[in-house]
Nanobody
Framework: VQLVESGGGLVQAGGSLRLSCAAS????????MGWYRQAPGKQRELVATVTTGGSTNYADSVKGRFTISRDNAKNTVYLQMSSLNPEDTAVYYC???????????WGQGTQVTVSA
């Protein structure tokens, strides 16, 4: 499975960004896609996940600000990020797998920088 991310960039605090990630390859019908992030000097952490059935899961730090969604026909996952703050600055990684919290594949990462 290959994952191609897009949509990162620089935004001011309070602004919004939308990340996209398209999966290709041998993909089983039932799967989990998600986003993790890693800020400088910190461990990688879960941001959000979504199953093919539409069940979502969010880190407490992004609840109410970020929305994860997917288009199963396109094998694409999206992360709409709003009310961004500098603490959201990180490299965001798209993930794909078959068990929740256990990604099997990772994207190359896309940088999100939020300026104060």
């Amino acid at each position: 499975v290959q994952l191609v991310e897009s949509g990162g960039g620089l935004v001011q605090a309070g602004g919004s960004l939308r990340l996209s990630c398209a999966a290709s390859g041998s993909i089983a019908r039932v799967n989990v896609m998600g986003w993790y992030r890693q800020a400088p000097g910190k461990q990688r952490e879960l941001v959000a996940t979504v199953t093919t059935g539409g069940s979502t899961n969010y880190a407490d730090s992004v609840k109410g600000r970020f929305t994860i969604s997917r288009d199963n026909a396109k094998n694409t996952v999206y992360l709409q990020m709003s009310s961004l703050n500098p603490e959201d600055t990180a490299v965001y990684y798209c993930t794909f797998g078959y068990l929740l919290y256990r990604p099997d594949y990772w994207g190359q990462g896309t940088q999100v920088t939020v300026s104060a």
